[in-house]
């Protein structure tokens, strides 16, 4: 699916997701054969001058220049074949302004070495005063043109694959048309509008913006204030004193959690520095209760930088799916354990979920959620049926206690009571568990349906008393909703002769009931470690351990991640 967002429309330029040859007019060899090149031939003397250096290029013999290596071979080459190798950078002005600009990446996340900005401001100063000649000039023509078109991929699409980081990814990618991306290219360069372009292509919702903005600030504390580990000899309770405290008071005022720090001497932990605690507790998902403890010292004893780059990557994160949005959809964030609902773009209602353990990680991926069941029943998965069979050696009436009934392969019933569950092998067990609906249901009164490869629903649960937990990574894999009976109402809200009601009296019958949403409505599945909300950042632990990969992967140097697409896609 072709994805577009609607301010980016004239932008399409900076999108490198073509299925490009090596030259425009490449002729097709027969097997076996070497593959010819032919370019029409330069019409000026700078043009000469390009086509020679793009030469090993076109060839497949280079794909760096000036020991810097390219960010779309393809699409560079057959962007300069199609202008004759006519060069673009014609303002020098302009082109070294252009080199600011890429060197502002770092504020979206992304590193400027990606874009060749230390190259090309070394290149350019060696240009001015060489008076505009030599070879270094048609370097720094194709190394600028190069470094926005990357630049702009990863705005767009983020630097590192999430396929890769990810199996179960599958959110699509921008393609797009190559004449409009060269004509698009001219303009804006010709317009000087590639600020206004390159800013339409990051993520246009304001938590994005906001966290850029996070980013910036935690940057500067890690280069400019000394970090070092606070130690806690024993847990601080309100009211006590201890010799951290004044380290813990600094970091929180750094932090702006602690507008003052207190006076007084020995600190003690109440009064304003105890409510401080509690903030930074709420901000880093810890139970805020103002008491210092393990968790909460190691979560303050995460550096600066550290946060720094965790930031970086949920801004990666973002880019992943910016471009998927539609105007209503669900996000769940497994690392947040949250479910927000927007409506119109805007955050309409959220609730807390319940993820599935690190030994069952929930996967990431994009559906669409069609319907409901009211009252499910619930077919226990081959992965989960041994834990039945292992309840059944222990009591032969569990499956009435629970409300199972067994089934063979066909969906017909099968008798219970002639099975010797003792002898019972999990791999070889041939019939299936049903749970029927009941108060007991392991699926509650509700499951939400959006198809997918990985048998994931969203569901009640009669197990409520876990959404009191900090961490709630229990599942095997589904995710449980916390008030799953509202989330219904606000997704059948504008269906017909729906009402408040409408959900209870389906739900007293006792009947397994499919309720059709009017429209499928989007859902992405998430892993965000760090968000702002409101203005303020708040980070969630890394409970799947997906940081660190990431993290490592987005530091790394760049290399080509611009998909082949259709020629003639729009």
């Not at 400019?224 to 600094?250: C, H, N, Q, W, Y």
């Not at 409408?502 to 859902?523: M, S, V, W, Y």
């Amino acid at each position: 699916m072709t994805k577009l967002r609607p301010v980016a429309a004239s932008l399409l330029f900076l999108l490198s997701t073509l299925p490009i040859g090596i030259a425009a007019s490449q002729t097709q060899e027969p097997a076996g054969t070497e593959a010819s090149v032919q370019v029409q031939a330069p019409a000026s003397e700078q043009a000469r001058q390009l086509a020679l250096l793009l030469e090993p290029i076109l060839l497949g013999e280079s794909d760096t220049v000036h020991n810097q290596v390219l960010g779309s071979i393809d699409l560079l080459s057959r962007f300069y074949q199609n202008r004759q190798f006519e060069p673009l950078w014609l303002d020098k002005d302009y082109a070294r302004s252009v080199i600011s600009l890429l060197g502002d990446a770092a504020k979206e996340g992304l590193s400027p070495a990606d874009y060749h900005v230390s190259a090309l401001n070394e290149l350019y100063q060696k240009v001015s005063q060489s008076g505009w000649r030599g070879d270094d000039l048609f370097t720094l023509e194709l190394l600028l043109t190069d470094g926005v078109i990357t630049y702009g991929s990863h705005l767009l699409n983020g630097k590192v694959n999430p396929a890769l980081v990810d199996r179960t990814w599958n959110y699509d990618e921008v393609s797009i048309n190559f004449d409009t991306l060269a004509r698009e290219l001219d303009r804006h360069v010709k317009e000087q509008s590639l600020d206004k372009a390159l800013e339409s292509l990051t993520p246009q919702y304001q938590p994005y913006k906001e966290l850029k903005q996070h980013l910036q600030r935690m940057q500067t504390l890690a280069d400019s204030e000394p970090f070092s580990v606070i130690p806690l000899d024993a847990t601080i309770r309100k009211g006590a004193s201890a010799s951290s405290l004044d380290e813990i008071a600094k970091r929180l005022s750094q932090l702006g959690y602690l507008d003052n720090i207190p006076a007084e001497q020995p600190l003690t932990l109440s009064g304003e520095l105890f409510e401080a605690v509690k903030r930074f507790q709420a901000h880093h998902a810890l139970k805020a209760d103002g008491i210092i403890g393990k968790g909460t010292m190691a979560a303050m004893n995460v550096s600066f930088a550290d946060r720094a780059d965790q930031i970086r990557i949920n801004l990666e994160r973002a880019r992943w799916l910016s471009a998927d949005l539609s105007p209503d959809f669900l996000i769940v964030n497994l690392a947040g354990y949250q479910l927000r609902l927007f409506k119109q773009n805007q955050l309409n209602w959220e609730t807390d979920i319940i993820i599935g353990k690190v030994s069952s990680k929930t996967p990431l991926f994009k559906s669409k959620l069609k319907y409901m069941v009211a009252n499910p029943t619930w077919t226990v998965p081959r992965s989960i049926s041994r834990e039945i069979i292992w309840h059944l050696k222990k009591d032969p009436n569990y499956l009435e206690k629970k409300n199972f009934v067994l089934r063979t392969a066909s969906g017909a019933p099968a008798n219970s009571h002639g099975i010797d569950w003792q002898t019972v092998n999990p791999r070889s067990f041939p019939y299936w568990f049903v749970q029927q609906p009941s108060a007991n249901n392991a699926l509650g009164q509700i499951k939400f349906i959006f198809p997918n490869a990985h048998s994931i629903y969203l569901h009640d649960t009669p197990s409520k008393s876990l959404f009191s937990q900090e961490d709630r990574a229990f599942s095997h894999g589904c995710i449980r909703v916390k008030d799953p009976l509202v989330l219904a109402d606000k997704l059948m809200a504008s269906a017909p002769n729906w009402t408040p009601d409408t959900l209870q009296r389906h739900l007293a019958t006792g009947e397994t009931k499919q309720i059709f949403l009017n429209e499928p409505l989007d859902i992405l599945i998430m892993y965000w470690t760090a968000e702002s909300r409101a203005g303020e950042l708040y980070f969630y632990k890394d409970i799947y351990k997906r940081d660190d990969s990431l993290v490592k992967a987005l530091k790394a140097p760049r290399t080509a991640r611009l998909y082949a697409a259709n020629d003639n896609a729009q």
